[in-house]
């Protein structure tokens, strides 16, 4: 077993859509969590694992407040053990 802990934010389109990310909290985090946990510790220590998994929580983040709200996805902390 491995222990994960990331830390990432998200760029949105405006105040508008930061206000509906915010409505939409719990949405956006447990669509996060099964993403992360569908993943082998092996996909994402390679950066290119890294880039996909920003891309991958991007999309997941438009699916559910709409295309082209989030911008983009930075991951702030990224640990694993």
């Given amino acids: 077993n491995r222990f994960l802990k ?3 934010q998200l760029e949105v ?3 508008a859509i930061m206000e509906q990310a915010k409505a939409k ?3 956006i985090r ?3 969590i099964t993403l992360l946990t569908s993943k082998t510790s092996d996909a994402l220590m390679s950066p290119e694992g890294k880039l996909q998994l920003k ?3 991007n999309i997941t983040a ?3 407040l709409g295309n082209n709200s ?3 996805v930075y991951l702030t902390e990224f640990v694993m053990q």
């Fill in 30 to 32: 447990d669509s996060i």
């Fill in 13 to 15: 389109a405006g105040p």
């Fill in 55 to 57: 891309d991958e929580i």
């Fill in 62 to 64: 438009n699916q559910i």
């Fill in 70 to 72: 989030v911008k983009n």
């Fill in 6 to 8: 990331v830390s990432l």
């Fill in 25 to 27: 909290t719990p949405q």
